[in-house]
């Protein structure tokens, strides 16, 4: 099966510094790539959409200019958590789209990312 | 894309079938049920997706009533591996498709 990949699963950064966390989908070419934030015991919220080679859109709420997101190719993409702060630890998790048939696309995600900011 | 409706929790025990229900009421005709789980820490896992006919595979069985406003996710030997929160999702099948996912429901399996 179709398999997506996060680097960093996890990582403890000081308050003021900024955070890359990279998604990518290992054998398969993503059409769209989607960010989403998971508090403990919340479900995951959407943060913003991703296609390759054009800016993201951000969901109402989430800041673009404090989550950069970067997608390079069809097999990558980046958010960069600028200037954290404590408010910010969470589980990130990146999903990838994959086009299975003429008519359907599937959706795969990776195994996440725990930040947590001191 | 149709809301969904999950019951908060469930459990059952090791070994039993967890049926694991949920309403769509509003699903369009173009509209697929898929179920993923997210066990804890772990980014969610797809399990399987139907559009009127009853689905199998190697993890679950997913029932569709034939109005289509409700479906049954079914685990036939349950194990505590399978204690996760399960994720009921409508959605068309096309490409512009946003997944986003309700509170699901927190299935524990226990001994």
């Known amino acids: 099966g179709a398999v997506v990949s996060q680097h960093p699963s996890w990582v403890i950064c000081k308050s003021g510094t900024s955070v890359k966390i990279e998604c990518r989908s290992l054998d398969f070419q993503a059409t769209t790539m989607f960010w989403y934030r998971q508090f403990p015991k919340q479900s995951l919220m959407l943060m913003a959409t991703s296609n390759e080679g054009s800016k993201a859109t951000y969901e109402q709420g989430v800041e673009k200019d404090k989550f950069l997101i970067n997608h390079a190719s069809l097999t990558l993409s980046t958010l960069t958590v600028t200037s954290a702060h404590p408010e910010d630890s969470s589980f990130y998790i990146c999903s990838a789209t994959r086009r299975g048939s003429a008519t359907s696309y599937e959706q795969y995600f990776g195994p996440g990312t725990r930040l947590t900011v001191t | 894309d149709a809301k969904t409706t999950q019951p908060t929790s469930m459990d059952c025990a090791e070994g039993r079938a967890a049926n694991l229900p949920c309403n769509h009421s509003?699903?369009?005709?173009?509209?697929?049920v898929y179920w993923y789980r997210q066990i804890h820490s772990q980014g969610p896992q797809y399990i399987i997706h139907?559009?009127?006919n009853n689905e199998t595979n190697e993890m679950a069985s997913l029932i569709i009533t034939e109005d289509r406003k409700s479906s049954t996710l079914i685990l036939p030997h349950a194990t505590l591996r399978d204690t996760a929160v399960y994720y009921c999702i409508v959605r068309a099948s096309g490409g512009s498709y946003i997944p986003t996912f309700g509170r699901g429901t927190s299935l524990i399996v226990h001994p």
């Open positions: 139907g559009l009127k």
């Open positions: 509003t699903i369009s005709g173009n509209e697929y």
